[in-house]
């Protein structure tokens, strides 16, 4: 990244202004692969100082088109007319990201991104579609710093790394539709596991109906999934277009957070999520250093010519890498 000329503390000051300049450049520096970046990163990390813990982060998961966005936006009004300073992360599966392409036209938020106490971003995915950048938690910290309260962030209803999300936010609401039938609407019991609270969307004209019973479907599948902290996943039928039920998921929302931060889920699942983003990126560290070695490069070649003569890969590369100590 071609840097501004701020000093570490500079550049915290701005951002705890959330000003959008600086918000913007530091977003974009963690998102950034270059190393000289990644020591400004850590600098600009330092002179921010300890994190603040007020938000809350919840992730919005839900097949393409199941108005993940149009739920962001109403939400994310609500929310900043009530006072909450609400920042959106809108993970965008294209690798154009940094050549222009700023979301589609549906997903821009337009009314949202105008409000003055919001802040939409659009996050590369994290190469896979559905995944989440390894930035993503960087770039979460850096809006708590900027003073977002509320942070949103919608995930990519495709892949196999829908799940990905809950490894960032303290809530993840799933958006089903008013499909009946036999089958949960194609949603994947993985899905369905991680899911704090459903809403069934677009419960508006002639769908209402189908609505109501879509949900007291879900709350009947709902039986057959475990949980072991006890909280009864709450089912709501919605319209994000209308806002008809809003009100309504946002008191199941906040009746989630005082209930899990009561019973110590809440910063007991941050504390794994930490930890998990420490073994995650110490793997992916730890992979990308290998490639560059050329003594592993030549056990790896042999192990590899070994496993495709049928030999087992715990066994090639034992063989590979330690037959020689
Ligand atoms: N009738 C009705 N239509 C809705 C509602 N919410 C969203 N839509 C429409 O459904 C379509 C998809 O909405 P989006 O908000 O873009 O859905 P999405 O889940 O973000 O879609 P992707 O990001 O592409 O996965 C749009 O045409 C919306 O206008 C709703 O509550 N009622
Ligand atoms: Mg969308």
């Known amino acids: 990244m071609n840097g501004p000329s701020w000093t570490p503390e500079e550049w915290a000051d701005g951002i705890r202004r959330a000003d959008r300049a600086f918000l913007g450049r530091a977003l974009s520096l963690v998102e950034s692969h270059l190393d000289e ?12 100082g300890p994190a603040p813990q007020q938000s809350l982060r919840l992730a919005i998961t839900g097949n393409p088109g199941a108005g993940k966005s149009t739920l962001t936006e109403a939400l994310g009004l609500h929310w900043a007319d009530m006072g909450q300073h609400v920042a959106v992360l809108a993970v965008d599966p294209s690798s154009s990201l940094h050549r222009g392409s700023i979301l589609g036209d549906k997903t821009r938020m337009d009314l949202l991104s105008k409000h003055p106490k919001a802040f939409i971003r659009p996050v590369a995915s994290g190469g896979q579609l559905g995944g989440v950048a390894a930035s993503t ?14 942070i949103i962030l919608e995930t990519v209803g495709v892949g196999q790394n829908e799940t990905d999300a809950a490894h960032y936010v303290d809530v993840m609401l799933l958006l089903a539709l008013p499909n009946t039938g036999d089958e949960v609407q194609g949603i994947k019991r ?8 459903i809403a069934v969307n677009k419960c508006d004209g002639s769908l209402v109906e189908a609505g109501v019973r879509a949900a007291a479907q879900l709350r009947e599948s709902l039986k057959w999934f475990r949980r072991d902290d006890g909280w009864n996943v709450p089912v709501i039928a919605l319209s994000a277009q209308t806002r008809q039920g809003l009100i309504e998921l946002d008191e199941a929302l906040n009746r989630f957070e005082r209930w899990t931060r009561g019973t110590g889920q809440f910063d007991a699942r941050r504390a794994q999520q930490r930890a998990h983003a420490w073994s995650e990126a110490w793997q992916r560290f730890v992979a990308h250093w ?12 042999q192990a590899k010519e070994a496993f495709d003569q049928g030999q087992s890969a ?12």
């Open 37 to 48: 970046d990644a020591e400004r990163a850590a600098a600009l990390f330092a002179a921010l």
């Open 137 to 150: 938690r960087a770039a979460i910290e850096l809006l708590e710093y900027a003073g977002y309260t509320r």
């Open 190 to 197: 993985g899905i369905m596991e991680c899911a704090d609270l």
């Open 290 to 301: 290998a490639e560059e070695q050329p003594n592993l490069a030549r056990a790896k070649a």
């Open 314 to 325: 715990e066994v090639a590369l034992r063989a590979a890498f330690y037959a020689k100590k």
